[in-house]
């Protein structure tokens, strides 16, 4: 499989340096707004194409997939235009700042009949998958309520808070393990350090079988704890 990275930002080198090492994958294309990263990591990767554009990734007939590794702000967008060009779509979490945005990536991946993935990486943590083999096979018995802390010193975001950037991770986990999508949902944060961008937030989850979550996310933690 030909795959391209969009974004070598913070997380995108990352990903790049992943599917790099992929025996059945071939690292194609990197792409990047910024002279100074595309100078970087083309050196980095030096059988990559090296490219400015999405367009020019979109224009290669024989790439299969299309990795979005960039602003928050652009995740939904992008994805659409990758999925609307017939290539297969990796997008880092979360898949937009809106039910709206998001819903408008399924749907376009849907009728392109192309696969569309969000990065919740924890979902195929070792650890997380033997917790649901354990919730599941009853061993700890009736699981009533689900709580998460997910503190830290942590970068600060201009265009997301502590819900959307690290709350993304504890729901995806919180869903995998509940077998069930929840009824209710309460979110209530505060925003010390960046006008309206909530830096702590704590969120309930309600589910029909009964069962509750609750999840404590912040960047202004001194203790770094997950979930």
Known sequence: MRVGVVGLGYWGPNLARNFDRLADT???WICDESEQARER???????????????????DSELDAVVVATPVSSHSELAVRVLQAGKHCFVEKPLGQSVDEAQDAVDTARAADRVLM????????????????????????????VYSNRLNLGQLRADENALWSLGAHDVSVVLRLA???????RAVGESYMRERIEDVVFCYLRFPSGLAAHLHLSWLDRTRSGA
């Open 179 to 185: 077998g069930e999508e929840p009824h209710e949902c």
């Open 118 to 145: 969000v990065g919740h990486l924890l979902e195929y943590h070792p650890g997380v998958e033997k917790l649901k083999e354990l919730a599941d096979s009853g061993e700890l018995g009736e699981i009533r309520y």
């Open 26 to 28: 071939e690292l194609a």
């Open 41 to 59: 990591w083309g050196a980095e990767f030096p059988r990559a194409r090296v490219a400015a554009d999405l367009d020019e990734l979109l224009a």
